[in-house]
């Protein structure tokens, strides 16, 4: 929250969505535990009540708990996904890449640790993952 009590990930993403028409979501995903990847999910959750979660990492994060919880509470099926995962959804593919293994030290996720996901639909993908400080991947 800034200086003067805006919320930017509950106060954007739920408004923008519902200015585009969209008042259900059938999937959202959290890459991984980090406050700017999740921190405006349980807004989204109570707001647009997906059927299903997508969490990319194993954390013990106190928030990604609570989220977790918050999820559960809503009816939210949480389905963890890892590298070598795919799906169809909606008439795309969906595949899962993990950029690199986590090490057993790594309890609270880190930006290497993200979920890649590439979404396909006919000839045409893109590609979603978590891009390093300077802009390296």
Known sequence: MDAFGFRYREDVVS????????????AVAITHAHSDHMGGMAAV???FHPRELWVGVESRSPELLKLLSDAKDLGVVIIHRKGGDSIELGGCTVRYWRRRLISAANTLG??????????????TSALLEEMRKGGKK
């Not at 880190?110 to 000839?123: A, H, P, Q, T, Y």
């Open 45 to 47: 959750l109570a707001n």
């Open 15 to 26: 408004p923008y969505l519902w200015s585009r028409d969209i008042h259900r979501l059938d």
């Open 110 to 123: 880190r930006n290497d640790d993200s979920l890649v996901m590439k979404i396909s639909f006919g000839e």
